[in-house]
């Protein structure tokens, strides 16, 4: 499984933006990578699916929620992900955790510890 180093996040306004990072390293990390992204969790809810990339960035896959607000990019040479988040809205408040899914399958997959996104007035 990979090792998952996120970075980004913290504490914005309404309409503000902040940027996520995710570099993947270790065993699997490129070879095995199937999709590389962030799910989102808040208070109270299941975690879900924010956005997502496959391995050679050339398809996306975005949450109605944040589409045209988020943008999601992968940089094969340092095996990261970033996830540009604009026009924040409260409702965007959670912890963001970012996962690599594994062409071996689920048991593969690889999860992030989570970085926190809050935004208030």
């Known amino acids: 499984q990979a090792q998952l180093a996120e970075s980004g996040g913290g504490l914005v306004q309404p309409g503000g933006s902040l940027r996520l990072s995710c570099k993947a390293s270790g065993r699997g990390s490129t070879l095995l990578m199937k999709t590389l992204g962030w799910y989102r969790q808040a208070p109270g809810k299941q975690r879900e699916l924010v956005a997502n990339i496959t391995d050679r960035g050339d398809i996306t896959n975005y949450a109605d929620s944040v589409k045209g607000r988020f943008t999601i990019s992968r940089d094969r040479a340092t095996n990261t992900v970033t996830l540009q988040m604009n026009s924040l809205k409260p409702e965007d408040t959670g912890v963001y955790y970012c996962?690599?899914?594994?062409?071996?399958?689920?048991?593969?997959?690889?999860w992030g510890q989570g970085t926190q996104v809050t935004v208030s007035s």
């Open positions: 996962k690599q899914e594994s062409l071996l399958g689920p048991q593969y997959d690889s």
